[in-house]
């Protein structure tokens, strides 16, 4: 199906414990972007990363890239409660092309 | 200081009603779309815009039309309102041009309550 259509996908987890997001693409893609949404918030822009790069960190957050497989991760080491919203990411063929996004992952983080 | 504003924030609306978002940025981009999120489900593309007086279509363009008079303004039109677009729907900006990232800056969102 079309992404978006499908249904979020819900992770719950410990206060301190590391956390992986997935995310598979279909397209050719240059940039991979990854948004995170507060509840009833737009969504925001966390971290990118580029076809020319395999790995990408910003503070605990680490995006990876793999090309040949499609496909894309974002982790969190030691998530704190703050941590807890919708991640998302989204592709593109370019800084011109429009961003197709992905189904998302509920994230929550409980003490 | 928000960049991106949309109104109205909430509305609720008849069937066969017709309704209009409205989006104003600041961020001096060209690039402004309009994205549908349905509960529990990502984002999907409606229209865009890459300057004024000319829109194209996203991924689920039909029942939906969309205007941009000006760099800072594009609205969103549903002229016959209908149960199934009973969403919230999410304005954007992003500054697409060669060597920039194509981020996209989001407003709070509009959300709609077609009866």
């Known amino acids: 199906s079309q992404w978006g259509e499908e249904n979020l996908q819900a992770l719950s987890i410990q206060e301190g414990e590391d956390v992986t997001m997935n995310c598979s693409y279909k397209?050719?893609?240059?940039?991979v972007h990854w948004y995170r949404q507060d509840s009833g918030r737009g969504p925001a822009l966390i971290i990118l990363?580029?076809?020319?790069?395999r790995e990408k960190r910003s503070g605990r957050l680490r995006a990876t890239l793999d090309t040949s497989s499609q496909s894309s991760s974002l982790s969190i080491t030691a998530a704190q409660c703050e941590d807890t919203a919708v991640y998302f990411c989204?592709?593109?063929?370019?800084?011109?092309?429009?961003?197709?996004f992905g189904q998302g992952t509920s994230l929550s983080v409980v003490p | 200081e928000a960049a991106v504003t949309q109104s109205p924030r909430s509305k609720v609306a008849v069937t066969g009603g017709k309704v209009t978002l409205s989006c104003h940025q600041t961020?001096?981009?060209?690039?402004m779309y309009w994205y549908r999120q349905d509960t529990g489900h990502g984002l999907r593309l409606i229209h865009y815009?890459?300057?004024?007086?000319?829109?194209e279509k996203g991924d689920i363009p039909d029942g939906y039309k969309a205007s941009r008079p000006s760099q800072e303004n594009f609205s969103l039109i549903l002229e016959l309102a209908s149960l199934s677009q009973t969403a919230v729907y999410f304005c954007?900006?992003?500054?697409?041009?060669?060597?920039?990232?194509?981020?996209?800056?989001f407003g709070e969102g509009s959300k709609l309550t077609v009866l």
């Open positions: 815009s890459y300057v004024a007086d000319s829109t």
């Open positions: 397209t050719y893609t240059t940039v």
């Open positions: 989204a592709t593109g063929a370019s800084s011109f092309s429009k961003l197709v």
């Open positions: 961020n001096n981009h060209d690039y």
């Open positions: 990363i580029r076809s020319n790069e």
């Open positions: 954007a900006s992003s500054d697409a041009s060669w060597g920039n990232t194509g981020q996209l800056y």
